[in-house]
């Protein structure tokens, strides 16, 4: 009681003795800068300023001067009690450490930047970063025993995501939290700098509109803006999620679909290739989810794209040498592995010829490598995510083999030259761990009875594994138990989904709440799970855990030890000499 008062007294007085908060500078403080990339410098000064009493200094020197621009100073901003102070599209050429400091009103506060440049010249032609979406560790070793075989301790042989020289730990914090979600933990990759939950390519300052934070350059950007490199995004994730549209986006909102298309049609990638084809569409055509009447299927076939739609017509336009493909291949998310392949649940009776993310990637390999010039290819295998959200264990892991064979793809075509840098990383983790083997001969019928831990844990027995890596049969009688470490209420069975991807939690009678999906209840030996997230959660969360990164090719020696995610931009920069 003595110490929880004192700790209130203590609060007291912090109250009343700060003063009205600090302006905000943009960047932030230890932010990383690519020399000559392109960023908005935006000031907030806390009240009302006038133009004359505000002072920006760059290395104690008029930051108006030092970029050769007029700042734009704008009081009361979209109705906020604070003071804008911007600079649109700078950029610093000189490498070293910079001092921003602000003054208005007598109080001054100061960032520091690092201004990072790259050696003249290339070490690698091509960059192929993989995205394992919420890939986590738990994920690779099930994949392992999954596709490999585990026995007596031992694998049947490597993943391609494992066999490579390099390794780091990667920390993935945003700004505002620490657990990040997709956006910026992908604006993070692609653009060096950290941000906020779900924004893309932005700072994330008091803006009332989501298109006017600060800017940061991506390396989509860089890339069209400085050199004639091609840029390759493939998902199996709707494009316009934000992964893929972290390749190009600058928003504070992910969700403005309508938004990152034209994103994607202003950085124009050479290649595309995912779900989400309703935001593609002027929405008087039946099917479209845009706003406005833009038909971005004929802008992006007026600037050149085949445009496709199947697996089939992907193979024919690499066949007949398109430089620009445009795939989109399903209203919402492509069907995952385990669908695609196997089970034809899902989507797969309406889209039944979708390529995975091994087709995309071959295929964008094969239309990238005309460029004399080298390509960036961002490869994303997302659903490992949606199904641990969803608490889908089995779709989870064939989702990471899939990943694995697309990897495979990618290291056949490096192994021919030498030139190509291959990163495979997940944006963030899940909070997954294995945690034994369900095993049906086991007496009992719940979970609790089914499951063998240490000594009990048997190895699974799950078909023989076909070409591809995937076992030809997952409702076998002993499984992994992947456990996910966070879940809404549910009901639980430990058995595989046949029928389709898990449903966890329905809404509830309380508006906002989910409750266990009754559906699930009714599966043999299911029992009620109680949650342990807010009652407003109806899948499982992410995890503020470190990822791994593996790399191989020229430029990935410099992943080692633990890594804030900033420095896979800072790895992919450098070794494509993109300082200017
Ligand atoms: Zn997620």
Same mark, same amino acid.
């Given at each position: 009681?003595?110490?929880? $008062? ?14 009205? %908060? ?41 930051? %108006? ?77 099930? %994949?392992?025993?999954?596709? @490999? ?15 490579? #020289? ?47 934070? #600060? ?12 050199? @004639? ?17 972290? !390749? ?28 989400? =084809? ?8 039946? *099917? ?15 600037? *050149? ?52 993310? !091994? ?26 995510? @949606? ?45 997954? =761990? ?23 844990? %048997? ?71 109680? *949650? ?5 959660? =109806? $899948? ?41």
């Amino acid at each position: 009681m003595l110490a929880r $008062s004192l700790f209130a007294t203590a609060l007291l007085s912090a109250v009343f003795t700060t003063p009205v %908060a600090a302006q905000t500078i943009y960047p932030l403080d230890r932010a990383e800068i690519l020399a000559g990339s392109k960023f908005d410098l935006k000031v907030e000064f806390p009240g009302a300023v006038p133009a004359g009493d505000v002072k920006v200094t760059v290395d104690g020197k008029d930051a %108006a001067e030092v970029f050769g621009m007029k700042p734009q100073i704008v009081e009361k901003e979209d109705g906020h009690d604070l003071t804008a102070y911007w600079l649109r599209g700078v950029s610093l050429a000189k490498a070293g450490k910079v001092k921003i400091e602000a003054t208005a009103a007598g109080k001054t506060a100061s960032v520091g930047w690092e201004v990072f440049d790259t050696p003249k010249g290339r070490v690698a032609k091509n960059v192929i970063l993989f995205i394992g979406d919420g890939f986590s560790i738990a994920h690779r070793t099930a %994949a392992r025993i999954m596709s @490999k075989g585990l026995h007596e301790g031992r694998y049947g042989g490597e993943l391609a995501v494992d066999d490579m #020289p390099h390794m780091a730990l990667i920390s993935t914090a945003g700004t505002d939290s620490i657990v990040t979600d997709s956006a910026n933990a992908m604006s993070a990759y692609t653009t060096g700098h950290k941000s906020c939950v779900n924004a893309l390519g932005v700072y994330c300052a008091s803006n009332k509109n989501n298109l006017d934070h #600060p800017k940061v350059e991506t390396i989509g950007d860089l890339l069209k803006r400085e050199t @004639k490199m091609a840029v390759g995004v493939v998902t199996n994730s709707e494009i316009e999620d934000a992964t893929p549209a972290g !390749v190009v986006a600058h928003t504070r909102k992910r969700a403005d679909f309508d938004d990152i298309v034209k994103m994607f049609y202003d950085v124009k990638p050479d290649v595309i290739m995912g779900g989400g =084809s309703p935001h593609f569409l002027a929405k008087t055509t039946p *099917g479209s989810k845009r706003k406005d009447d833009v038909d971005y299927l004929k802008k992006f076939e007026d600037a *050149g794209y085949a445009f496709v739609t199947t697996k089939t017509e992907t193979e024919k336009a690499v066949a007949d040498g398109k430089t620009k493909i445009l795939g989109l291949y399903n209203t919402g998310n492509v069907d995952g592995a385990l669908d695609l392949k196997y089970l034809k649940k899902g989507t797969v009776s309406k889209f039944p010829d979708q390529p995975d993310v !091994v087709d995309e990637t071959k295929a964008a390999i094969a239309t990238l490598s005309k460029n004399p010039d080298g390509f960036f290819l961002m490869v994303e295998s997302a659903r490992i995510d @949606k199904y641990s959200h969803s608490l889908d264990p089995e779709r989870a892991i064939f989702d990471t083999i899939m990943l694995d064979d697309a990897v495979k793809a990618a290291k056949e075509f490096a192994a021919k030259n030498d030139d190509t840098m291959i990163i495979v990383v997940a944006d963030h983790a899940h909070p997954v =761990s294995i945690i034994g083997t369900y095993d049906d001969d086991r007496p009992g019928q719940t979970p609790r009875e089914k499951l063998g831990t240490y000594a009990d844990a %048997a190895e699974p027995n799950y078909g023989p594994v076909d070409a591809e890596g995937y076992p030809t049969d997952i409702d076998v009688s002993k499984r992994i138990a992947l456990n996910f470490g966070t879940t809404p209420d549910t009901c639980f069975n430990a058995k595989p989904f046949m029928d389709g991807e898990n449903v966890p939690a329905v809404a509830g009678a309380t508006k906002g709440t989910y409750v266990e999906n009754p559906k699930n209840c009714e599966r043999p030996g299911a029992v009620h799970v109680t *949650g342990n997230l807010p009652f407003d959660a =109806s $899948s499982g969360v992410h995890s503020g855990d470190d990822v791994v990164l593996t790399a191989m090719g020229p430029g990935s020696e410099v992943f080692h030890g633990r890594l804030d995610n900033t420095r896979v931009f800072r790895a992919m920069v450098t070794a494509l000499g993109l300082a200017k």
